[in-house]
């Protein structure tokens, strides 16, 4: 089994930073696509960044320029740093990762039980 564990949500003025983190453990043999989501109230869920396994990185127009989504390969974990930022951010955030879980099998996709961000005016 693959588990997906987020923390790093908080309550943060505007103007500040939060660093979110999505620690994958279990069976893993890659992790080949990685994505951060978020969903506020009464909206739908709304892709933030992504990553290939390349290295290649998407934004969401929003927070460009002020979020960066990394990635530690030996520690499965995915990150989302989020600078400057505005109450318009505040969400529960998730992460969606595309796993292998061994060499032979296909992708999976996976996601994190998501993180509150707060951002006060």
């Known amino acids: 089994q693959v588990q997906l564990v987020e923390s790093g949500g908080g309550l943060v003025q505007a103007g500040g930073s939060l660093r979110l983190s999505c620690a994958a453990s279990g069976s893993i043999f890659s992790i080949n696509a990685m994505g951060w989501y978020r969903q506020a109230p009464g909206k739908q869920r709304e892709l933030v960044a992504t990553?290939?396994?390349?290295?290649?990185?998407n934004y969401a127009d929003s927070v460009k320029g002020r979020f960066t989504i990394s990635r530690d390969n030996a520690k499965n974990t995915v990150y989302l740093q989020m600078n400057s930022l505005k109450p318009d951010d505040t969400a529960v955030y998730y992460c969606?990762?595309?796993?292998?879980?061994?060499?032979?099998?296909?992708?999976?996709?996976?996601w994190g039980q998501g993180t509150q961000v707060t951002v006060s005016s």
């Open positions: 990553m290939t396994s390349g290295g290649s990185t």
């Open positions: 969606n990762l595309g796993i292998k879980r061994f060499s032979w099998s296909w992708n999976e996709g996976y």
